[in-house]
Structure formats: structure tokens, C-alpha cells
């Protein structure tokens, strides 16, 4: 069975996951959703369909796909991670290639993200987060916020250095309108207690030219707030600093569910943790099967969801699961 079949086989059993999934969960909701967009139709979504939550908090958001997400506060826009070009970095024999050369599908970009963002969160610096950022700021001038090493890739990629705040931690920033609190993260941890392409770097490098060259460079979150609704973004990997985010209680939490296999007890401690109101699966998807593919299925791995959902209820935490529908919006 090849990748393509194991998505199918996914993408037909997505109905009766998320059902499962909400069971302990909600999607009591007004109709207030827009629409998603030319994939998530291509891909068969019904975008007509009721979504997520009442709309009074100004909030809504949209997942781009892998661990992407964009947020609209008012109206102003905040990036997470952009990644729309969802490069094919397996071989026929589904292996991993290290050196896949950098190609961003500017048309997707085009397309998709034609409102300018205030500012794009990165949460570490691997391809499948930074590698658009460049593209981003080209078109729409915007702030940057991520580590010095991300500064110093996205500046070898030509992004002007004035225009990347650096954080590592700590810092609470006033977008009048909106605030920003990062806080300090992981990456994930698979098989080896590892990960790809891991480093940090104190200049800027030559110019990235393949995957391989856009290290990790320290992983951060981020807490959104605007109006005193906040949103969580622990979604760029599948891990966390306990003590940094503890007591954070956000209205929303996106949290990434790729591998994390030799991540101790990792959702459950998360959720205690933070005790958000609704969550959010992130990073659960291929990352390979083209935005304009019509076998993109709608939907992340139903898995996710189901996990999220499951841990909730054996915590006792009362929290509703979106399972985000690609490039829908999502009102809150
Ligand atoms: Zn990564």
C-alpha cells in the first residue's frame, strides 16, 4: 500500500472518528461558518455545513494544512507556520529526502493568503514552517516573530533583519489590538529521542537551498489574545514545556499532533496543563498530497481528533474538539 492508498483509507473512515470524537465533545454551533475554499471543495468538503461556535469574540480561524493556521482578530490577520506547498519529501518507496530542494508553490500562496497579515508566528525553524515566511513578507511586508536562528535563516532567505522580532521566551507584546505572549517550546521527540534537522546558528547561513538546510533553531509558542479571547498555539511540533505554559487556561488551544512517540504522556499532561475550552488538532495531516490535489482529503488524520477527544474525558476536562476542515474558517 503506498501513501496515496493510506490517505484514502483515512479519508474514508473520517465520518465515523469524528463522530466518535464528538461524542464527548460539541459542535453545538451556529451557522456562521464561510466557506472554505477551492480545496476543501475539491476534496469533497461539505463547506455548507454549520460551523464551529457563536462568532461573538470577532475570532475566527483557518487551518492552511500541516501545522499552518491563520487567525483573524477584527479583521487583522496573524500567521502560524504557512505552508501550503507541501513539497513530495518521500520517494516512490515512501523514504524521506533529506535534501529536497526549497520550491515554494507561489501560486497557492497567491491564491490563498490575499490578506495581509500584521504578523507571522514561527514556531521553529524546519521547511515545513519557515520556508513560505520569506515569500509572505515579500508580498505583504509583515512582522516576523521567531528566534535568532530563524532571524538569521529568513535573513539568508532575504527577509530584511529589522523585520524579525526575536524571542526566546517571556516576551508580551502589545499589537494594539491584539497581544502576543510567547512562551518557550520543544520539538518533538520520535524513535531516537530525535528529530530532523536539528541545530542553531549565530549569523546567517548561506542560502538555504534544500530541507535540510532550515534547522530546528529552538521551538516557541504562542498565546493570541485579543478582547480577552485567547488562543494557544502549541501546534508546530508534539511537545512542551510543562511549567512554562501551566495555569494558561486559553479559550482556544491548538496543539500539534504529529509523532511523539517518546513524548511522555503528552496530551494528557497538556491538557491538564493548560485546561483549554476548545481544542484544536494541528500538524495531522500528509504534508504531501498537493492543496490543489482533489484526493486531499478534507480533514487531518481522524486519529487526532479521537486522541484529543479520549484524553478529555478520561481528565475530566469539559472541552469541545474542532476538527478543522483545510482552509475553512471557523468562528468563535
Ligand atoms: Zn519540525
Given at each position: 500500500m503506498n501513501r496515496r492508498q493510506v490517505l484514502r483509507g483515512a479519508a474514508a473512515v473520517v465520518g465515523t472518528a469524528v463522530g466518535t470524537a464528538a461524542t464527548g465533545t460539541a459542535?453545538?454551533?451556529?451557522?456562521l461558518g464561510r466557506t472554505g475554499g477551492e480545496a476543501a471543495e475539491a476534496a469533497g468538503?461539505?463547506?455548507s455545513a454549520a460551523a464551529f461556535a457563536?462568532?461573538?469574540?470577532g475570532v475566527a480561524l483557518r487551518w492552511l494544512g500541516v501545522a499552518g493556521w491563520e487567525l483573524s482578530l477584527d479583521g487583522r490577520r496573524v500567521l502560524v507556520d504557512?505552508?501550503?506547498?507541501?513539497?513530495?519529501?518521500?520517494?516512490?518507496?515512501?523514504?524521506?529526502?533529506?535534501?529536497h530542494p526549497l520550491e515554494v508553490r507561489s501560486d497557492l500562496l497567491d491564491r490563498h493568503l490575499t490578506e495581509r497579515p500584521d504578523l507571522v508566528l514561527a514556531t521553529h525553524g524546519h521547511y515545513d514552517h519557515l520556508m513560505e515566511i520569506p515569500h509572505v513578507v515579500e508580498r505583504h511586508g509583515s512582522r516576523v516573530i521567531g528566534t535568532e536562528t530563524h532571524r538569521h535563516l529568513l535573513t539568508a532567505m532575504g527577509?530584511?533583519?529589522?523585520g524579525v522580532v526575536v524571542a526566546s521566551g517571556g516576551e508580551h507584546l502589545d499589537f494594539h489590538g491584539f497581544t502576543v505572549e510567547v512562551f518557550r517550546s520543544l520539538h518533538s521527540q520520535f524513535g531516537s529521542y530525535g528529530y530532523f534537522a536539528p541545530g542553531t546558528l549565530t549569523a546567517p547561513p548561506r542560502?538555504?537551498?534544500?530541507?535540510?538546510?532550515?534547522?530546528?533553531g529552538g521551538s516557541l509558542a504562542y498565546r493570541v489574545t485579543a478582547r480577552g479571547f485567547s488562543v494557544l498555539f502549541?501546534?508546530?511540533?508534539?511537545?512542551?514545556?510543562e511549567r512554562e505554559v501551566a495555569?494558561?487556561?486559553?479559550?482556544v488551544l491548538v496543539l500539534g499532533m504529529s509523532g511523539?512517540?517518546?513524548?511522555?504522556?503528552y496530551t494528557a499532561r497538556v491538557l491538564r496543563a493548560t485546561r483549554p475550552k476548545v481544542l484544536v488538532p494541528s500538524?495531522?495531516?500528509?504534508?504531501?498530497?498537493?492543496?490543489?490535489?482533489?484526493?486531499?482529503?478534507?480533514?487531518?488524520?481522524p486519529a487526532a481528533a479521537t486522541e484529543l477527544a479520549d484524553t478529555a474525558r478520561r481528565i475530566g476536562l469539559a472541552a469541545k474538539v474542532l476538527d478543522s476542515e483545510i482552509l475553512r474558517w471557523y468562528e468563535f
Open positions: 459542535a453545538g454551533a451556529s451557522a468538503a461539505d463547506t457563536s462568532g461573538r469574540n504557512p505552508y501550503l506547498s507541501r513539497l513530495p519529501v518521500f520517494d516512490e518507496a515512501g523514504a524521506f529526502i533529506p535534501d527577509v530584511p533583519g529589522d542560502r538555504p537551498a534544500t530541507i535540510g538546510d532550515l534547522v530546528e502549541l501546534s508546530g511540533t508534539a511537545n512542551f514545556v495555569g494558561l487556561r486559553p479559550d511523539h512517540t517518546n513524548v511522555y504522556d500538524h495531522h495531516d500528509d504534508m504531501v498530497t498537493p492543496l490543489d490535489d482533489p484526493a486531499l482529503p478534507a480533514r487531518g488524520n
